[in-house]
C-alpha cells in the first residue's frame, strides 16, 4: 500500500522548499520504488486567505487520516493585524493540539563539510548526531493554575508545572523507541534535586525503562547539569528526554551547536495508530522568512532533512534515511551554499531550486 502524505506548504519560503521537497520525493518514487500517495493543501495565511480560517476542519481530517504530515512554514507581516483566534500559527497548534504530537524530536546533527563552521572547535561538533525529544503537550506551558492575580497590595504571575503519571510514560517510551533505532542511549533530564514534578518524571521514566526496555542504556541528570555537559561534550549523548520548558531551551541550544536554522528539521509525534505508525507531523524549525520569501535564495535542507525524518522515523525506512542525509552533505561538501550557509574558499553561492536539484542529483550519484 502507497504511503499516504499530507503536505502542507504554508506561507512565505514554506511553499519554495516543499518544492524542492517534492523532486526528492520523486526521486525516491521513480528510483527506490517507493510509492507514495500526495495530497496537498493549504494550511496559515494561505488557508485563511481562501477559507477565512488557518485551517479548515476538512484538512484537519486529512491530517488525522494519512500516515504522516509534512508541513513548511506559516505567517508573516501581512497577517500580523488578524485577530489571535484566526492567525496562521492557530492552524499549526490546531494540528498539534488534535493530534495530540507530545513528542517533539529535534536532533542535533553536524555535517561534516559544516563543521568547521561551527561556533565551537571542530573536535567538539564533528559527527555529531543527537536526538532532543522535548514533551510538547502538557508542563509549565499548560499548567493550571496560571495567570496574574492581585494579592495585597501587588501582583503575582503565576504558572504551574503538573506532570501525570501517564504524560510521562508516553514521552519516555517515545524516546526509548527511538534510541533502539539508534545508539540505544536516553538520558533524561530534569531538575528532581528541586521539583516535585523532577521527583516523578525520573521515578517514572525509570520504571518504563526496567519494565519495557531495560536493553536500552538509561542515565538522569539535572538539566542545567546537562545543558552544561550539552556545550560541553555534546558527543555523549545518543537521544536526550526532557520536559517542554526544558526541552524547549535545550533544544535550541543544542540546534546552534551545528549551525543554520536554515538547516535544521524537526518531527512531533503522538501515540501509535492502528497501523503501528505514530501519528506524525514534519516540518522545520525555521519560520517562513519573509524577509527573503519569494526571492529563490531559502535554503531548502531543512525541509528535505525532516522528510528525511520521516523515512525513518515513521515509515522505518532508515538506509533511505541514510542515503538522503548523506546526499545532502555530498552536495554541502562539493562547496554548494545557499546564502544563509556563508561563504568561503571553495563554496559556491546557489538558490533554493538549484540546491535541490544538487540533492536529487547526489541521490543519482550514490
Ligand atoms: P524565521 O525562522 O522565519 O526567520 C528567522 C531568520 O532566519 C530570517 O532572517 C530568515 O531569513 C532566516 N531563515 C529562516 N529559515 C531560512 C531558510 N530556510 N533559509 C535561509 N534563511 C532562513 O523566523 P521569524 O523571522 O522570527 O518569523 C517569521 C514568520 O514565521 C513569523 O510570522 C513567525 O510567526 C513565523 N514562524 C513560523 C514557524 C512555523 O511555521 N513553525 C516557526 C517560527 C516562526
Ligand atoms: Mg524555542
Redesign the pocket.
Known amino acids: 500500500t502507497p504511503i499516504k502524505l499530507l503536505i502542507l506548504p504554508?506561507d512565505?519560503?514554506?511553499p519554495e522548499?516543499m518544492l524542492e521537497v517534492r523532486k526528492v520525493i520523486d526521486w525516491f518514487a521513480s528510483n527506490r520504488g517507493l510509492a507514495f500517495e500526495i495530497d496537498e493543501d493549504l494550511v496559515?495565511g494561505a488557508s485563511y486567505d481562501v477559507h477565512g480560517t488557518p485551517l479548515t476542519d476538512a484538512v484537519m481530517d486529512k491530517a488525522q487520516s494519512v500516515d504522516a504530515v509534512l508541513?513548511?512554514?506559516?505567517?508573516?507581516?501581512k497577517?500580523?493585524v488578524l485577530d489571535f483566534s484566526v492567525k496562521?500559527?492557530r492552524g499549526?497548534l490546531r494540528l498539534r493540539k488534535e493530534m495530540d504530537l507530545y513528542a517533539n524530536l529535534r536532533p542535533a546533527q553536524c555535517f561534516d563539510a559544516l563543521a568547521e563552521f561551527s561556533s565551537l572547535k571542530r573536535d567538539v561538533v564533528a559527527g555529531l548526531d543527537i536526538m532532543i525529544i522535548r514533551e510538547l503537550t502538557s508542563g509549565i506551558y499548560f499548567g493550571e493554575p496560571r495567570g496574574i492575580v492581585t494579592e495585597g497590595n501587588e501582583r503575582v504571575g503565576i504558572n504551574t508545572q503538573r506532570y501525570t503519571e501517564a504524560e510521562i510514560a508516553r514521552v519516555a517510551r517515545s524516546a526509548f523507541e527511538l534510541a533502539r533505532k539508534r545508539g540505544n542511549k536516553v538520558c533524561s533530564m530534569e531538575k528532581a534535586n528541586v521539583m516535585e514534578s523532577g521527583v516523578l518524571w525520573r521515578q517514572v521514566v525509570q520504571e518504563v525503562h526496567d519494565t519495557e526496555y531495560a536493553d536500552v542504556e538509561l542515565s538522569h541528570m539535572y538539566a542545567d547539569a546537562g545543558a552544561m555537559q550539552l556545550v560541553r561534550w555534546p558527543k555523549q549523548f545518543d537521544v536526550i528526554v526532557t520536559d517542554n520548558l526544558f526541552g524547549d531551551l535545550l533544544s535550541d541550544a543544542a540546534a546552534m551547536l551545528t549551525g543554520?536554522?536554515?538547516m535544521l528539521p524537526s518531527a512531533s509525534l503522538g501515540a501509535p495508530m492502528e497501523n503501528g505508525r505514530p501519528k506524525a507531523l514534519y516540518?522545520?524549525?525555521?519560520?517562513?522568512?519573509?524577509?527573503?520569501a519569494g526571492q529563490g535564495?531559502?535554503?531548502?535542507i531543512?525541509?528535505v532533512l525532516s522528510f528525511a525524518m520521516a523515512l525513518r522515523y515513521s515509515f522505518d525506512l532508515g538506509d533511505e534515511a541514510d542515503l538522503l542525509e548523506a546526499s545532502v552533505n555530498d552536495v554541502l561538501a562539493k562547496g554548494l551554499r545557499?546564502?544563509?550557509l556563508g561563504a568561503g574558499e571553495g563554496t559556491r553561492t546557489v538558490g533554493t531550486a538549484e540546491m535541490g536539484d544538487a540533492i536529487v542529483e547526489a541521490l543519482s550519484e550514490r
Open positions: 504554508g512565505g519560503i514554506g522548499v496559515g508541513l513548511g512554514a506559516v505567517g508573516g507581516p497577517y500580523d496562521p500559527e499549526l543554520s536554522l536554515g516540518e522545520p524549525v525555521h519560520g517562513s522568512a519573509p524577509d527573503i535564495k531559502a535554503n531548502p531543512a525541509c545557499t546564502p544563509d
